[in-house]
């Protein structure tokens, strides 16, 4: 699936508001014609039976898809947006973080979308640099306001999630891009300390496993035990599963180490 598809199909949300200024910046002409191309009467639903008449299942059918589709566009352009502010937060875009961003394309929109997200992340870049640092700092924040709006919590955790993962995808998270992923995180109204918790994922000391619970080794078994019942009820990948299947699979992944983390605390613990 072609990068064109899923921004110029149904763009959803992301029309209006500070996302859609971005997008007419960063995609100028491209982003004009994709408009032209969503406000046809092919695309408002229109369908009509043998006589000529509008059949209000295929109504509804279409009407489904396109908020389908609308809803995941939205969703995967949020994330090269922030991707691009985390990336330069400091000041360098590192050839591991850009391939992780390619990598989450080419899984979700295969070879086409590569090369197309590529541009995009660097016209965004581009961006950044005529505008200033500070301006463009703002226009996130505005940009995470309306993803706040947007979608639901366990959505917003996804996408913080992939963003997390890029900070993560030189080894090294330096602390200008941990500022970078909090500011996102609670212009997203969230708390930072999801942030604190995702850094844990995935490795394996019982430090770690507490982090991601976000719980301190001093806390009680009923104390540990709520806070895993809480995260797996934010977390679980059913809730994100109107974006897709291969973010929901992100989100499994990203569940099964919620629960590597609770099961090293249990073990220690002898729960």
């Not at 992340?121 to 996130?140: I, P």
């Not at 989100?251 to 099964?256: D, I, N, P, R, S």
């Amino acid at each position: 699936m072609g990068l064109g598809k899923w921004i110029g199909g149904f763009l959803g949300w992301m029309t209006a508001g500070p996302l859609g200024a971005l997008a007419g910046i960063v995609l100028g002409g491209l982003f004009d014609s994709m408009m032209d191309a969503v406000n046809t009467p092919e695309t408002q639903g229109t369908f009509e039976d043998a006589f000529g008449r509008q059949t209000g299942h295929q109504r509804t059918t279409y009407q489904s898809q396109q908020k389908y589709e609308g809803q995941r566009n939205s969703f995967l352009f949020s994330m090269l947006v922030l991707s691009s502010y985390i990336i330069k937060a400091d000041g360098k875009v590192m050839h591991s973080e850009m391939e992780m961003v390619r990598q989450m394309l080419r899984q979700n929109f295969g070879e086409q979308a590569v090369i197309q997200g590529n541009d995009i992340l660097k016209k965004l870049f581009d961006e950044q640099k005529r505008v200033g640092m500070s301006n463009f700092r703002q226009t996130v924040a505005d940009c995470c306001q309306q993803i706040a709006r947007n979608m639901n919590y366990s959505q917003r955790l996804q996408l913080l999630n992939f963003l997390v993962m890029v900070a993560q995808a030189d080894g090294r998270v330096p602390q200008s891009e941990i500022t970078a992923l909090k500011e996102c995180t609670q212009w997203m109204r969230m708390s930072a300390d999801e942030v604190d918790s995702m850094l844990g994922l995935g490795k394996n000391d019982l430090e770690s496993a507490y982090r991601v619970l976000g719980v301190s080794p001093n806390a009680t078994d009923d104390e540990v035990k709520k806070a895993y019942r809480q995260l797996a009820l934010k977390h679980h990948p059913d809730k994100v599963a109107a974006l897709g299947d291969d973010i929901r699979k992100a989100a499994e992944k990203k569940f099964q180490e919620i629960n590597d983390a609770k099961d090293r605390i249990w073990k220690a613990r002898g729960l």
